[in-house]
Nanobody, 124 residues
Framework: QVRLVESGGGLVQAGDSLKLSCAASGRTVSRYSWAWFRQGPGDEREFVAAINWSGGNTHYADSVKGRFSISRDSAKNILYLQMNNLTREDTAVYYC?????????????????WGRGTQVTVSS
């Protein structure tokens, strides 16, 4: 079993930056693909960013490209999401997810492990 715990969320102003973390424990996760999803009020959970097991391949949703950066510390089993120039549209609960599928995917159903989420609120 894999346990994921997100942290780093909070209340910020538009234009600010925030860095989320996701700590993984349990089964060896070194070969897993990782991703961040988010779910705003009344919205479906949507893909934000993904990174493969080696960290050499990343993919972003168009809405965050150029502002967000996903990375991982494989030695510590921690996933990060650096978020810059935040807007009110980024307000959501952010979830960390892991997949045994090594090919990067934006499909929610391909991720079998999920954290409980961390709230990010951006005020104008």
């Amino acid at each position: 079993q894999v346990r994921l715990v997100e942290s780093g969320g909070g209340l910020v102003q538009a234009g600010d930056s925030l860095k989320l973390s996701c700590a993984a424990s349990g089964r060896t996760v070194s070969r897993y693909s990782w991703a961040w999803f988010r779910q705003g009020p009344g919205d479906e959970r949507e893909f934000v960013a993904a990174i493969n097991w080696s960290g050499g391949n990343t993919h972003y949703a168009d809405s965050v490209k150029g502002r967000f950066s996903i990375s991982r510390d494989s030695a510590k089993n921690i996933l990060y999401l650096q978020m810059n120039n935040l807007t009110r549209e980024d307000t959501a609960v952010y979830y960390c997810a892991a997949s045994i599928v090594t090919v990067l995917t934006t499909l929610r159903e391909r991720y079998g492990y999920w954290g409980r989420g961390t709230q990010v609120t951006v005020s104008s």
